[in-house]
């Protein structure tokens, strides 16, 4: 009776662990994004909650596009989309519209199918859930679904999909269903309360920077020596605009290990504590333009 009991236990655990629904992300969240086109990868800059919004009398999350390649959770960045969750669907209002959209729908099950007025050439698509997943993320459990497209013209225009709850598409967040011929999106990162939650399995890093390479002090006016560094690292400004601007270093998950507003042409900054690997640094200028370098921390 007791082993049986056991079994019995375990099966409400598991049963608990996948019905468990985990929420959109209302605040201090953002999504690192890049784009292939013709096999060129590029960097997207990244989007993320900026807010709220109300359209047609109902408040949605509005999720803003940054101007840089990182996200500064600047409440003017550009519209994006507006996003609203109810019993763990999510409806989204794009640019231009005013009409909402079931675009996400983590209530489905193997079998089930969501349609889509219209894609991104026109005409209507409808996508099958085909498998379905728990995915552990810190101490939840996420839903994750796979999904294909069932319009067989354009099959091999749709790649299959994988959804995330509370994080959306791997194809990127207003990509649930992507059309594609000569590019594509991905999701590389996503980020809440200033931490990396997930680091998709095809990307090393949250940033193009290092899939394509950066070579060390080229950006100016900010050059930094020695690189590698070991206990510390100095700052060199050729410029006496950037004084007064502020300033942060990253690592490759955009986790900020130092950040502050420069006050000299020349600085330090101590690297002891910084964990052996690739750094990046910026210095934002009053115009808006950004300046970057990375550099290598040896123990």
Same mark, same amino acid.
């Given at each position: ?37 013709? @096999? ?213 998950? @955009? ?21 052996? @690997? ?22």
């Amino acid at each position: 009776m007791k082993k049986y009991l056991f079994v019995f236990s375990l099966l409400v655990v598991f049963q608990s662990k996948a019905q468990n629904s985990y929420p959109f992300p209302d605040t201090n969240a953002y999504w690192n994004m890049f784009s292939s086109n013709m @096999g060129n990868l590029v960097v997207e800059n990244p989007i993320g909650v900026i807010g709220d919004t109300t359209i047609n009398n109902t408040q949605y999350i509005k999720i803003g596009q940054s101007t840089d390649t990182l996200f500064e959770f600047q409440s003017n960045y550009p519209f994006y989309c507006a996003v609203r969750e109810e019993d763990s669907k999510y409806y989204f209002v794009f640019p231009n519209e005013t009409s909402e959209v079931l675009y996400y729908d983590f209530n489905m099950e193997v079998g089930d199918t969501i349609q889509y007025p219209q894609s991104t050439i026109g005409q209507p698509i409808a996508l099958k859930v085909v498998g379905k997943d728990s995915l552990l993320i810190g101490s939840n459990y996420r839903k994750k679904l796979y999904l294909t497209n069932l319009d067989t013209i354009s099959t091999g225009f749709w790649p299959n999909q994988v959804w995330i709850e509370g994080i959306g598409s791997l194809y990127g967040l207003r990509h649930a269903h992507s059309y594609v011929v000569c590019s594509s999106n991905a999701t590389s990162c996503f980020h809440q309360n200033d931490s990396l939650v997930y680091l998709n399995p095809d990307f090393q890093a949250c940033y193009r920077w290092t899939l394509v390479g950066l070579e060390e002090n080229q950006i100016q006016p900010l050059k930094a020596f020695p690189n590698p560094a070991n206990e510390q690292i100095s700052f060199e400004l050729l410029s006496d605009e950037l004084l007064q601007s502020p300033f942060e270093i990253t690592d490759m998950q @955009g986790k900020k290990y130092f950040s502050s507003t420069v006050n000299s042409s020349n600085f330090s900054i101590s690297t002891s504590q910084f964990p052996t @690997g690739v750094y990046f640094y910026k210095i934002l200028h009053s115009s808006g333009k950004v300046y970057r370098g990375k550099f290598i921390k040896e123990n």
